[in-house]
Nanobody, 120 residues
Framework: QVQLVESGGGLVQAGGSLRLSCAAS????????MGWYRQAPGKERELVAA???????SYADSVKGRFAFSRDNAQNTVYLQMNSLKPEDTAVYYC??????????????WGQGTQVTVSS
């Protein structure tokens, strides 16, 4: 129903910046909210930033003030601007969407992930 494709990951030095993009396709009119999660090896997936239409963005405490989430509704794309990157930001970053299915029901969709590696 919905496909999510992340891009923009890569290798960056500590203190540098990256901008991740997530393009949604398919039944995009049914997307209620989108956001970014990340998962480091051996760690659980955690919320980085997420927002629904008309709702303030929520950020993980560890990235607050350094990362910025934005959404281009016309292009069905969300972005994660990551500044002042730290080695502990190293993880696979996943795009996520809440999608309305049957009336009153919400489904979860995930992108394939993009690797972000921050060197010290």
């Amino acid at each position: 129903q919905v496909q999510l494709v992340e891009s923009g990951g890569g290798l960056v030095q500590a203190g540098g910046s990256l901008r991740l993009s997530c393009a949604a396709s398919g039944r995009t009119a049914s997307i209620n909210a989108m956001g970014w999660y990340r998962q480091a090896p051996g760690k659980e997936r955690e919320l980085v930033a997420a927002s629904s239409s008309g709702t303030s963005t929520s950020y993980a405490d560890s990235v607050k003030g350094r990362f910025a989430f934005s959404r281009d509704n016309a292009q069905n794309t969300v972005y994660l601007q990551m500044n002042s990157l730290k080695p502990e930001d190293t993880a696979v970053y996943y795009c996520h969407a809440d999608v309305l299915g049957a009336p009153g029901h919400v489904l979860d969709y995930w992108g394939q992930g993009t690797q972000v590696t921050v060197s010290s």
